[in-house]
């Protein structure tokens, strides 16, 4: 059984930094695409970051340049570090390996 467990959210203020974390179980992380998403409240749900097997990343253009996704296999862990936080970042943020999803870990960008 798989399961993804996101942490580090957190309160933040506009221009602050932010890590979060995906820590896997049941599954290999290196060996598969991995995504993060994020809901913004009253939103739907969409994709920010994606980190493929061989190292080759993808991001969306609203984060583009100070978002970073990388993972440490020896922790099976997948992080999104976040710079440069604006307000419109506000959203809780979930890890995703094909069909399964985390709990989500909410991050909130307020002065």
């Known amino acids: 059984q798989v399961q993804l467990v996101e942490s580090g959210g957190g309160l933040v203020q506009p221009g602050g930094s932010l890590t979060l974390s995906c820590a896997a179980a049941?599954?290999?992380?290196?060996?598969?695409?991995m995504d993060w998403y994020r809901q913004p409240p009253g939103k739907q749900r969409e994709w920010v970051a994606t980190?493929?097997?061989?190292?080759?990343?993808n991001y969306a253009d609203s984060v583009k340049d100070r978002f970073t996704i990388s993972r440490d296999n020896a922790k099976n862990t997948l992080y999104l570090q976040m710079n440069s936080l604006k307000s419109e970042d506000t959203a809780v943020y979930y890890c995703k390996q094909a069909g399964y999803w985390g709990q989500g870990t909410q991050v909130t960008v307020s002065s």
């Open positions: 049941g599954r290999i992380l290196s060996y598969y695409i």
């Open positions: 980190l493929t097997p061989n190292g080759l990343t």
